[in-house]
T-cell receptor, first 113, second 116 residues
Framework: AQSVTQLGSHVSVSEGALVLLRCNYSSSVPPYLFWYVQYPNQGLQLLLKYTSAATLVKGINGFEAEFKKSETSFHLTKPSAHMSDAAEYFCAVSEGRAEKLTFGTGTRLTIIP | GAGVSQSPRYKVAKRGQDVALRCDPISGHVSLFWYQQALGQGPEFLTYFQNEAQLDKSGLPSDRFFAERPEGSVSTLKIQRTQQEDSAVYLC??????????????FGQGTRLTVV
């Protein structure tokens, strides 16, 4: 069975500082990995996804993530935080042909002015 | 429409009442998913449709939960005899492909259900 662990339910960074949100996964087959962002009272929006092509994936709004099979990790980074990045971030995994997503519990990102 | 539309956005139900939540997916999207998001948690899978066929309902928490998509477009999630533990945001998502893996799912804004 697939699962996702997000370390740190709350992360605070200063505006302009590096953003690092951690995600580790468990999967019995090569996984597909996703990062979604959720703004208050909104649905989830895809930031980026890994589908077994390049291990370094670039997404929207300057975010990127690196798939590391040896560490079973898919951490999300952004070099310089912006106030508009404040939101809830979810890592998710799906397996094989099954399209259903298994989500982590989320990380709330706060940006300090 | 331009995106996935869910209605109502907010629903307050008295315990024991039946509710119906509607999802209009992006036009032409074959796959449709329902997720339940409890407060402070990540979304949890409820059920999956490919066109009108319900291929996976393994996440439905009890037989009080029922979903349908009779014509392969609009879907309804029905909860009978609501309980307080049913209070959550119910998210609908759709995607254009099926069976290939790694497809982006587009989410609606959700319906926030509060059972009092």
């Amino acid at each position: 069975a697939q699962s996702v662990t997000q370390l740190g339910s709350h992360v605070s960074v200063s505006e302009g500082a590096l953003v690092l949100l951690r995600c580790n996964y468990s999967s019995s087959v090569p996984p597909y990995l996703f990062w979604y962002v959720q703004y208050p009272n909104q649905g989830l929006q895809l930031l980026l996804k890994y589908t077994s092509a390049a291990t370094l994936v670039k997404g929207i709004n300057g975010f990127e993530a690196e798939f590391k099979k040896s560490e079973t990790s898919f951490h999300l980074t952004k070099p310089s935080a912006h106030m508009s990045d404040a939101a809830e971030y979810f890592c998710a995994v799906s397996e094989g042909r099954a399209e259903k997503l298994t989500f982590g519990t989320g990380t709330r990102l706060t940006i300090i002015p | 429409g331009a995106g996935v539309s869910q209605s109502p956005r907010y629903k307050v139900a008295k315990r024991g009442q039946d509710v119906a939540l509607r999802c209009d997916p992006i036009s032409g999207h074959v796959s449709l998913f329902w997720y339940q998001q409890a407060l402070g948690q990540g979304p949890e899978f409820l059920t999956y449709f490919q066109n009108e066929a319900q291929l996976d309902k393994s996440g439905l928490p009890s037989d009080r939960f029922f979903a349908e998509r009779p014509e392969g477009s609009v879907s309804t999630l029905k909860i009978q005899r609501t309980q307080q533990e049913d209070s959550a945001v119910y998210l609908c998502a759709s995607s254009s492909r099926t069976g290939t893996g790694g497809t982006e799912a587009f989410f609606g804004q959700g319906t926030r259900l509060t059972v009092v």
